[in-house]
Each structure stands twice: as C-alpha cells, then as structure tokens.
C-alpha cells in the first residue's frame, strides 16, 4: 500500500458511519426527524420521470442559484453548489491546502475537519473549547498570531457542543488573519445567526450551509457555500462538474418554495430542544449543555455506558466518546415529541436502575 497510498491516508482510521439499523428510535444524527410530505414526494417523483436521464444536469443550475442568492440577500455569484456541504469542504480543501499548511479551529467539534484536513496533510492547531465554555477567542487569535494559518475553521452552532460565536469574534477573526475563515453554518436555520451580513466587509469569509438538517434533505445531498465572488470563482474551478443530479436539483429547488412550512417545524423543534434540556437539568446524575441547534450534548454519570444502555432499548444516539474532551458524553438528536418522551422515560428508567444499584 505504501507504494501508492499517501502517508496520511494509511495513518487514518476513516469516518465510521454511526450505527443504522435495529433501532426503534433514531436521535444519532442530527436530521430532521420530519419526512419531505407524501403529496409533495409524489409530485416530485412525477415530475422526475418527464426529466431526460441520459442528458447531464446543467452545471450550476441558475433557478437554484438565483432562489438560494434570494434567500440570503446575495448574489448568485457569491453561491457555490455542492453534493452535500462535505463535498464542499473537500472542494475547499483541495483549492487551499498544501502539505504543511497550519489550519486553527477550536475542539470539539466536526469530525470531518480533522479527518479531512489529515488527509490534506494539512497542520492542525487545535484550541480546547471544552462544553459549556465561551470561546476561547484569545488563544484563537494567538493561535492565528503564532502559526499563520491558510484555514481557520469555525463551526457555529458547533457540533456536537451546540454552542454559538458571536459574530463581533467573527469580524475579529476575519480582521487578524490573512488565511481563510470557513464559516460552517449546517445548523445556522435553528440558531437565526448567520454571518453573511459579514461578507461585505471580508472577502476572507466563506460560509457553509446545508439542506441535511431544517430542510430535511440529508438523503439527497445538497449543501452551498456563499463567499466573495473572487474566492467563490477559484473554488469554483476545483469543483467537480455536475455534482448536482437532476434530482437534487429539482426537489432543492421546489422545497424553497416552502420556507414557511420548514420554519415551523424548526420553531416546533427549538421548543423540544428546549423542553427535553429542562427535563434533562432535572435529572439526577445527568449532565447537559445548552444548544442552539437541533441536538444536546449531556453526559451521565462515569461508570456508566449510556449509549449501550440506550441502544438496548432500540434508541441510537451518538457516542461522542472519541471526541477530545468527550468521553462518555452523548449527543442526543432532537426528534418528534412521543420520540423525545420515550427517549426520557428510558434514560430515567436507566438513571434510575444505576443509582438504585449503588
Ligand atoms: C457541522 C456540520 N457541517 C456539515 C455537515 C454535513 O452536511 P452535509 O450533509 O451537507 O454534507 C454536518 C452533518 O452532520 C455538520 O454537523
């Protein structure tokens, strides 16, 4: 293998999709718990059959760019689409990243950064931000001080600790670095924050977004990105031609039409998260942070393996434990109100069961 796999390659351990199957209720990966509608799926599939399958989609389709430029007050030039937003992030990678090149994020945070960033050869400088602790902009800056990065990594509301920045520690950022901050914002629909109001002041921004979580696409893959014309113009050359199916392209397009209906289910979810984080405070033995986003991280007591107990009882939520700084914590999706009761009365079942063995 050595003759042909990169170094970094062969020293990965690879991403390991979470567990899938077995399951009576599924709270692992941070989707949306509601399925597109039935009537709108049927007319979509139907009008998939009057499209030409042997023909290629157009490259960068102009109606889906035009709607998502609407959507964030930009133009359809500061848009870039992709097959997913990881798909996109390789695309930022591979335009940016020599080997060697020192990129500054904080940790914990998205798994992909690290793995992809190795794979690159990329150097991480990785900033503790341990969960419920501010962020740590000074060391942050110091950091970008001290290494230069080409990449500085900010993902907000971050996963899994579901923490937020502020966006005066974003303007800070852009001003103190000459690299490029990626600005991962797949949660931003639950949080309300979005730094594009930013991008006319740096054109060292770039902004990820994704259709996976509110938009409930996670299935079909789209995401974009939206940055300066100039940067989004390079990216663009690396990106890979017609990575968006006719069908992506299609129900992406359709479900802008209804903004509305998706903003109701996030406000629906906001009040669960909340909800099940209250009924979680009250919990003996269990700890939990405050998210902004559609997912919890808590930890239970030390001695005792969670998410087994959990996934016994046909409930998948994740196992942060090869996290920094994260073992033993869980991150729990949030789903649909019987989902998140049953998810509740199980853990207190299990809470309950363990303190009463003690
Ligand atoms: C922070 C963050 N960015 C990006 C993604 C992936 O997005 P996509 O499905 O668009 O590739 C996820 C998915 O979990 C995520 O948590």
Redesign the pocket.
């Known amino acids: 293998m050595q003759n042909f796999i990169k170094k970094s390659v062969l020293e990965l351990r690879g991403y390991s999709s979470p567990p899938q199957s077995e399951y009576r209720i599924k709270l692992n ?2 989707e949306s718990p509601f399925d597109v509608p039935q009537h709108l799926k049927i007319e979509l599939a139907e009008a998939a059959v009057t499209l030409q399958w042997n023909r290629y989609p157009l490259n960068e389709s102009p109606a889906l760019m035009q709607r998502l430029a609407m959507r964030h007050g930009v133009f359809p030039r500061h848009i870039l689409l ?8 390789q695309t930022l990678l591979t335009a940016t990243l020599e080997p060697g090149d020192a990129v500054v994020c904080t940790q914990p ?2 798994l ?1 950064y690290d793995l992809y960033t190795r794979i690159y050869d990329g150097r991480l400088i990785q900033v503790e931000q341990p969960p419920g602790a501010d962020y740590p902009l000074h060391q942050v800056l110091s950091a970008i001080k001290e290494y230069n990065p080409k990449l500085v990594y900010i ?1 907000s ?4 600790t579901g923490w937020e920045i502020d966006l005066t520690s974003v303007r800070r950022i852009c001003q103190a670095t000459r690299g490029l901050v990626f600005f ?1 914002e ?2 931003g629909e639950f949080s309300g924050q979005s730094a594009v109001p930013l991008l006319d002041e740096f054109d060292n921004l770039l902004i ?6 509110a938009f409930s696409m ?1 299935g079909l ?3 974009y990105f939206i940055g300066g014309e100039a940067v989004i113009d390079q990216l663009r050359k690396v990106n890979i031609p017609y990575n968006i199916n006719l069908f992506t392209e299609l129900v992406a397009t359709r479900l802008l039409e209804h903004e509305k209906e998706m903003a109701e289910q996030v406000e629906f979810l906001k009040k669960e998260r909340d909800r099940v984080f209250s009924a979680l405070q009250l919990m003996d033995g269990i700890t939990a942070f405050p998210s902004v986003a559609n997912f919890i991280l808590m930890r239970g007591p030390h001695d005792l393996d969670l998410f087994a107990a959990l996934r016994e009882r046909g409930i998948l939520v994740r196992d942060m434990s090869g996290y920094p700084l994260l073992a033993g914590f869980q991150r729990i999706t949030i789903g649909f109100k019987d989902e998140n009761d049953i998810f509740l009365q199980t853990l207190k079942q299990i809470i309950d069961q363990y303190m009463g063995k003690k």
């Open positions: 990966q941070n992709g097959n997913g937003s990881n798909q996109l992030f945070t998205f992909l993902c509301p971050n996963n899994p991962d797949a949660y990820s977004r994704t259709f996976s979580k996670a893959r789209f995401g």
